[in-house]
């Protein structure tokens, strides 16, 4: 829904490709890091050499 817009690109659809690089990519990128770090953690951390 957020995407799909008509064929012309005007100032919304700029300001649309804009904020989804901006605020919800980022926002995406940190949530997966923390739960990422927050299983590591959670696992006992990396394992060792082998």
């Known amino acids: 829904f957020g995407l ?3 064929t012309f690109v005007g100032p ?3 300001l649309r490709f804009y904020v989804l690089h901006c605020v ?3 926002v ?3 949530i997966l ?3 990422h ?3 590591v953690r ?3 951390g ?4 082998l």
């Open 4 to 6: 799909l817009a008509g």
């Open 12 to 14: 919304n659809a700029l």
């Open 24 to 26: 919800f990519i980022p």
């Open 28 to 30: 995406v990128v940190t």
């Open 33 to 35: 890091l923390a739960v």
């Open 37 to 39: 770090f927050w299983r």
């Open 42 to 44: 959670k696992d006992g």
């Open 46 to 49: 990396i394992s060792g050499p």
